[in-house]
């Protein structure tokens, strides 16, 4: 069977079609910033992209803390297989090493 479908985002040309937009759609919800008004409650949010500004320390202050959190949460590659395979051992198995379901 062969599968050589072709996929929308397999070619680079629409890759960067849709970076295009993303970046055009960021430039011009930026340039929106200087002409709505808006009901601010502090007086920060009325600084020019604010809320862009706001947005992206957001995500930096969040890999930041991810990257943090990896070292105390982070498994070793083979975490389960450990436990599998003792589980596995503590099983009786024949001389070829088949596990007996008999017992």
Do not use: Q
């Amino acid at each position: 069977m062969d599968n050589n479908k072709e996929y929308l985002f397999d070619k680079p040309k629409n890759v960067k079609r849709v970076m295009y937009f993303l970046y055009a759609s960021c430039v011009f919800l930026f340039a929106l910033d200087f002409v709505i008004h808006r009901h601010v409650y502090h007086s920060w949010e009325n600084l020019w992209g604010f809320h862009a500004i706001y947005g992206f320390a957001g995500c930096v202050v969040l890999v930041i803390v991810a990257t943090w959190m990896r070292k105390f949460l982070m498994r070793p590659e083979d975490y389960y297989d450990d436990e599998w395979k003792t589980i596995i051992d503590e099983k009786k198995t024949d001389k070829a090493g088949v596990l007996n379901v008999d017992d």
